[in-house]
């Protein structure tokens, strides 16, 4: 398998008023053509800035990537022109939001919007664009969906806008699809719907996937390898089997611990670990975790672990060994 | 489409009901008067003896029930020597100005093109400007230029149009004689009211372009920059701020950041996805804007002695003519309602979620 993405020690800041907030702190993963890669993890730890920090999305000031690479196929993102960037975003790589209401354009009809994507990038037509964008509504299974091309997107239900917004995601043929937590606005059934019709387009159109949910059983089964992410950085990265048998970071026994049994229910989610995740005001010269964890030795308060391998498909931050308690 | 249409029929049912509430306001005011103060308003030659009046009274029944009053204002009262209806307002009869010599509609049709012409020339470049400029300063937000234009607002915003029209009078008419008051030179308003010269619209400036008299257009602009600078200035300044802020929720946005992430411009994404989002409410304040000038600006026209609905208004309160200020203010609010149901109509058609509601 080539490699279609290699993120290096990406680091993202955020200028306000009460100081720098520092998002992102040193994130690196990879990811093969055609593999899915889960990112996990509580609201504000980061998810949401390290993918969009990759496509130069964040709003700049406050926001600034401050180190790191972001390596697609084999070019720096970071490092790329205007212009070059904008003719990988929405044509190689591709967005699917969380909330499918507020990142629709509420005053411009369906058919325009899914449309857009061929018209900047293949430099087709209004009138091929459209009948494309009929079909791929069709794919993603919207009834009708000629007739549905004047719409607007408050004439959706919710779980319909989230096809809608899948379908202009990929009506480019994206070699990579990234879907910041496109599920956690809707309802459980619609979820699991969702999940079906990516897991189908994935088999149908091969493109690799970035995953990012806090939802720990869609990621079971969609997902070959699971970041677990947690105050800016990735503590723990292993295949998604490996992960749930063996969970080596306190952070991801903690999140597996609060689950509901696997027998009571499908739908696992993070609950909640005692303490707040917490916001970062200066790099971490601890461990971002330390105030939260029940496995604290000494050397936790004077180093942040790097992410180390201790096997070929499993990485760890952290000083101590849960299965022992004692340091590595 | 079909449900804009009955939005629109809706609408149209409503403005009769909003016309009658506006003349019950009306009426309501004036028989706050006496009846023997409007006897000596409603009449034409004031008969000078007390028993006179007396008569009259009882002739029109001014000490007659509110209601009733009410009903023969609007429907208007048989003359009991012709047997001719006259008067009401329902009849489109707004009485006889002693201001204008003529009756209240025809003192309107003769001040309405002035005002008009100087609406029309200050909306152009006070949308366009502030539109403009609005929409420079949300795109380039705290930064300097953003600065200098909101500083140039806040002027634009606190300086009080009749302290800006006299300053602009006194330096570019009376210190360096550029740009007089008044509508036309005398030489010009002897061809505009003579019989080649045909009035389409009594909008001097464009009767001289319909006319092909470059001169006299010329004379025309001169006499409406200062008058068509001060009022854009009080309200492109207004305009900046609401299209400044509306631009800036508007960038806001999540679906900003969609457009992003599909790889279109900078460009493309103000223009394409931030504009027709933002401009809905400049829409509403815009036309809102130009209805209040089409209803006449009493200090501007008074300051550059422009004979318009707004001087109109001015003279007529002075001089205590209560029936011109009725007539004027009728009319004023049935623009201000036909106004309105336009921009709820465009309202329905630049924004999907209200049209299709
Ligand atoms: N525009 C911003 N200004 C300041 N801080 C921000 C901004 N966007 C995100 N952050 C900070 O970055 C951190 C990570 O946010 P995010 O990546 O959105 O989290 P999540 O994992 O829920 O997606 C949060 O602590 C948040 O406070
Ligand atoms: S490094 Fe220390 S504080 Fe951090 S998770 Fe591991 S044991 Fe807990
Ligand atoms: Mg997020």
Redesign the interface.
């Given at each position: 398998m080539t490699e279609i993405l290699s993120v290096q020690g990406l680091e993202t800041q955020f200028r306000t008023r009460e100081g720098i907030v520092h998002a992102v702190n040193g994130v690196s993963f990879n990811l093969d053509e055609g593999e899915t890669l889960g990112i996990v993890g509580e609201s504000g730890c980061g998810k949401s800035v390290s993918v969009?920090s990759m496509?130069r999305?964040i709003p700049s000031p406050p926001g600034q990537v401050v180190a790191g690479k972001a390596l697609y196929q084999g070019k720096d993102l970071l490092k790329m022109t205007?212009d070059e960037i904008?003719?990988?975003?929405?044509?190689q790589i591709?967005?699917v939001?969380q909330?499918p209401m507020?990142?629709?354009?509420?005053?411009?009809?369906i058919g325009k919007q899914v449309s857009?994507?061929l018209e900047?990038?293949n430099g087709m037509n209004k009138k091929m664009a459209y009948e494309r964008a009929a079909k791929v509504l069709e794919m993603v299974g919207i009834p009708k969906a000629k007739e549905r091309l004047e719409d607007?997107p408050?004439?959706f239900s919710g779980g319909m806008r989230q096809r809608v917004m899948i379908a202009?995601a990929l009506i480019t043929n994206p070699q990579l699809l990234i879907a910041d937590e496109p599920t956690t606005a809707l309802d459980v059934t619609i979820q699991a719907q969702i999940v079906e019709l990516v897991q189908r387009l994935r088999e149908e159109l091969g493109m690799a996937i970035i995953w990012i949910t806090h939802d720990l059983g869609i990621i079971a089964g969609l997902a070959k390898r699971v970041a677990v992410m947690y105050g800016g950085c990735i503590v723990e990265e292993a295949e998604v089997k490996e992960l749930y048998a063996n969970p080596m970071h306190p952070y991801t026994r903690g999140l597996l611990g609060s689950l509901p049994r696997m027998d009571e229910s499908d739908h696992r989610r993070l609950v909640s670990i005692d303490g707040m995740p917490p916001i970062l005001m200066e790099k971490p010269k601890s461990c971002p975790f330390l105030s939260r964890c029940t496995y604290a030795v000494d050397h936790c308060k004077t180093e942040n672990p790097a992410l180390k391998s201790l096997s070929p498909n499993h990485k760890v931050a952290c000083w101590v060994d849960p299965n022992t308690g004692r340091e590595f | 489409m079909s449900s804009m249409l009955s939005f629109i029929i809706r609408r149209l049912l409503i403005l009769p009901l909003l016309l009658i509430a506006v003349t019950i306001l009306i009426f309501s005011m004036l028989s706050m008067l006496t009846p023997y103060e409007r006897v000596s308003l409603y009449v034409k030659d004031i008969p000078k003896r007390q028993g006179a009046m007396e008569g009259l009274i009882k002739k029109y029944g001014l000490d007659d029930p509110v209601p009733v009053q009410y009903w023969r204002w609007m429907a208007g009262t048989k003359n009991p020597d012709t047997g001719e209806i006259e008067g009401g307002v329902l009849r489109g009869n707004l009485g006889w100005s002693k201001t204008g010599k003529g009756t209240v509609w025809e003192v309107i049709g003769r001040r309405l093109p002035a005002t008009a012409e100087l609406a029309l020339w200050t909306a152009i470049p006070m949308i366009g400007i502030g539109i403009y400029l609005g929409v420079v300063s949300a795109v380039n937000h705290n930064k300097l230029l953003d600065q200098i234009l909101r500083v140039f607002s806040i002027v634009g915003w606190s300086i009080p149009v009749f302290v800006f029209g006299l300053i602009v009078l006194l330096f570019f008419y009376a210190k360096l004689g550029w740009f007089p008051p008044g509508r036309l030179s005398d030489w010009a308003s002897q061809v505009v009211q003579s019989s080649q010269f045909i009035r389409y619209t009594n909008m001097n400036s464009i009767d001289a372009l319909l006319n092909g008299r470059l001169d006299i257009f010329r004379d025309a602009v001169r006499h409406l920059v200062l008058p068509v600078i001060t009022l854009a200035y009080l309200d492109w300044a207004y305009l900046l701020r609401v299209t400044r802020s509306s631009m800036l929720d508007t960038l806001n946005q999540d679906y900003m950041t969609t457009a992003r992430a599909k790889g279109l411009s900078e460009n493309k994404v103000i223009r394409r996805h931030a504009l027709p989002n933002a401009l809905i409410p400049v829409v509403t304040v815009g036309a809102l804007m130009l209805i209040g000038l089409l209803n006449g600006v009493v200090i501007t026209e008074t300051i550059f002695n422009i004979p318009g609905m707004g001087s109109f208004l001015a003279e007529s309160a002075i001089s205590l003519d209560v029936i011109s200020v009725l007539g004027i203010t009728m009319f004023n609010c049935l623009i201000l309602l036909v106004g309105n149901l336009i921009v709820d109509i465009l309202y329905g058609v630049i924004d999907p979620r209200i049209r299709l509601r």
């Open positions: 969009m496509l999305l205007d904008r003719h990988v975003r929405g044509a591709s967005m939001f909330d507020t990142f629709f354009n509420p005053v411009l009809t857009e994507p900047i990038h607007y408050h004439q202009m | -």
